[in-house]
DNA sequence: ATTTTGACGACGT
DNA sequence: GACGTCGCCAAAA
């Protein structure tokens, strides 16, 4: 048996690489369940309280929208994280959002990434 | 077990 | 192209 959804939803997040934002339909597409994109950022408010740190900054909607900003700590942490990782954020929009992107299907399928 | 929700997404207007 | 509505899927109450 497999970790359960939200488990495997943090350790996807946390594989976003350093400068790079995901979108919550594509991590819920790798995981096989790509209508379940809201699921993937309910499982988000549960990361914390997850032992481990999940980078939840940088996950976004779609269109690169910091949709889940008021969820963190402050108002604007979630955007001072991105922009310490290289990534401007401009009225809770990522600029160069397509540019920034990180499609773990796409992504880690060229790596053919086996664990 | 049933109902509601929830940081979304796609389609329709 | 912006706004509205419905649908999704899995977990929590």
């Given at each position: 048996?497999e970790?359960p959804?939200f488990?495997?939803v943090?350790?996807?997040v946390?594989?976003?690489?350093y400068?790079?934002?995901?979108?919550?339909?594509a991590?819920?597409q790798?995981?096989?369940s790509?209508?379940?994109a809201?699921?993937?950022g309910?499982?988000m408010?549960?990361?914390?309280n997850q032992?481990?740190?999940?980078?939840?900054?940088?996950?976004?909607?779609?269109?690169?929208?910091?949709?889940?900003?008021?969820?963190?700590?402050?108002?604007?942490?979630m955007?001072?994280?991105l922009?310490?990782?290289?990534i401007i954020?401009?009225?809770?929009q990522?600029?160069d959002?397509?540019?920034v992107?990180?499609?773990p299907l796409?992504e880690l399928?060229k790596?053919?990434n086996?664990?």
């Amino acid at each position: 048996m497999e970790k359960p959804f939200f488990e495997q939803v943090y350790d996807l997040v946390r594989q976003i690489p350093y400068g790079r934002v995901s979108t919550y339909g594509a991590i819920a597409q790798y995981l096989g369940s790509g209508g379940a994109a809201r699921m993937v950022g309910w499982a988000m408010n549960k990361a914390h309280n997850q032992p481990k740190p999940v980078p939840a900054h940088r996950v976004v909607n779609r269109i690169g929208v910091l949709t889940g900003k008021h969820h963190f700590d402050g108002l604007n942490t979630m955007q001072q994280l991105l922009k310490s990782e290289g990534i401007i954020v401009i009225d809770n929009q990522i600029q160069d959002f397509q540019k920034v992107v990180w499609h773990p299907l796409v992504e880690l399928h060229k790596s053919q990434n086996s664990l």
